[in-house]
C-alpha cells in the first residue's frame, strides 16, 4: 500500500530536525459525547461515505531549546470513516488517511517531521528509496517528512493511512507532538481525515486552521 498521495501531494523525503509523535488506535465505537469539528460527505457505488473529524485541539507551545525559527505543538482528536446504506458492512478496501496542511511564511532550510507510533496497526510505510516495509509490532515507528521552501508556501502531509473492511474505522489522536524547524514567522496546521473507496473515489474534511 504504502504512502500514497492518490492525486495528492506525497511527502517530501529530507533530512528532518524535528519530529512529531503520533498515537493511532483504531477501533469500532467512537465516544457518545464527541464534540463534531468538521465533517463532508460523497456518494459512492450507492454508499454514502462520511468522514469526521471531533475533539480537535491542537496547542502550540514554545519549543524546546528556545530557538525562535522553531515551532511546536500538541494535537489531540478523533477521525472516523462511515459507510452508509445497503450491504456497507460488507465494503472492502477503503483507506483512511490522517495528516495535515501545513502553511508558512518564510524559513531558512526549513522542514517539518512527524514520527509516529501505530499499536497494533498493520501499515506499509514507504522509504526514500521507493523500498516498502510492513509493521505489525505493539510500537512500530515510522517518519513522514516535508521540506520547506524559503517562500511563503502551502503544502500537504499525509502521515499514515490503512487500508479497512467494513462500515466504519475510527482513529483517536492523543498527543501528537509536531514541530517544525527553520521557519519565519508562524505556522498554521490544518488536520484533515479521509476516505478513498475501493474504486478510488475520495472525500476530505479539513479542520480549521490551528496558528503556533
Do not use: C
Amino acid at each position: 500500500m504504502g504512502i500514497k498521495s492518490r492525486g495528492f501531494k506525497a511527502a517530501r523525503n529530507a533530512a528532518v530536525s524535528g519530529a512529531a509523535v503520533l498515537g493511532l488506535v483504531l477501533g469500532a465505537t467512537g465516544s457518545a459525547q464527541a464534540a463534531v469539528d468538521d465533517q463532508n460527505r460523497i456518494v459512492s457505488d450507492g454508499l454514502e461515505v462520511v468522514v469526521t473529524q471531533e475533539d480537535t485541539f491542537i496547542h502550540g507551545v514554545p519549543a524546546l531549546g528556545g530557538s525562535p525559527f522553531n515551532r511546536e505543538w500538541f494535537h489531540n482528536g478523533r477521525g472516523t470513516a462511515n459507510l452508509i446504506g445497503e450491504d456497507a458492512a460488507d465494503a472492502e478496501g477503503t483507506t483512511f488517511q490522517f495528516g495535515y496542511q501545513f502553511a508558512w511564511a518564510g524559513s531558512i532550510d526549513g522542514a517539518i517531521g512527524v514520527t509516529y507510533s501505530t499499536p497494533q496497526l498493520e501499515l506499509e510505510l514507504a522509504a526514500a528509496d521507493g523500498a516498502t516495509a510492513t509493521v505489525t509490532d505493539i510500537l512500530p515507528q515510522a517518519y513522514a517528512e516535508l521540506e520547506l521552501t524559503p517562500a511563503p508556501g502551502i503544502e500537504e502531509l499525509v502521515v499514515a493511512e490503512g487500508e479497512f473492511d467494513g462500515d466504519f474505522k475510527t482513529v483517536q489522536f492523543s498527543n501528537v507532538h509536531g514541530t517544525a524547524s527553520g521557519v519565519i514567522g508562524a505556522v498554521q496546521v490544518r488536520p484533515f481525515v479521509r476516505a478513498i473507496t475501493a474504486n478510488g473515489d475520495n472525500v476530505t474534511t479539513y479542520g480549521k486552521p490551528w496558528t503556533v
